[in-house]
């Protein structure tokens, strides 16, 4: 079965850190680009970033110079580091592997930011 998996989700206070992680079967990952979603209360899911094998990464402009997307292709896991967090962050965000056809998700992981 595949695995993609979230976590480091969490509760912060504006101005402060989070670093989420999605760990993916070796399958998938050593051939995919990796990106990061998310999805606040009555809105639709949003492109946040991505990062493809070889290194290469994309951000939505309101993260840009606040996150940053990694992968450890040793761990088979791809990272957003989220920094200077504002309210306006606070959604549900997804992992996603993307081979074109299929794409794969995680479950979501929940960040709320504090004003």
């Known amino acids: 079965q595949v695995q993609l998996v979230e976590s480091g989700g969490g509760l912060v206070q504006a101005g402060g850190s989070l670093r989420l992680s999605c760990a993916a079967s070796g399958s998938i990952f050593s051939r995919a680009i990796m990106g990061w979603y998310r999805q606040a209360p009555g809105k639709q899911r949003e492109l946040v970033a991505t990062?493809?094998?070889?290194?290469?990464?994309n951000y939505a402009d309101s993260v840009k110079g606040r996150f940053t997307i990694s992968r450890d292709n040793a761990k088979n896991t791809v990272y957003l580091q989220m920094n200077s967090l504002k309210p306006e962050d606070t959604a549900v965000y997804y992992c996603n592997a993307d081979l074109r056809s299929p794409s794969f998700w995680g479950q979501g992981t929940q960040v709320t930011v504090s004003s």
């Open positions: 990062i493809t094998r070889s290194g290469n990464t």
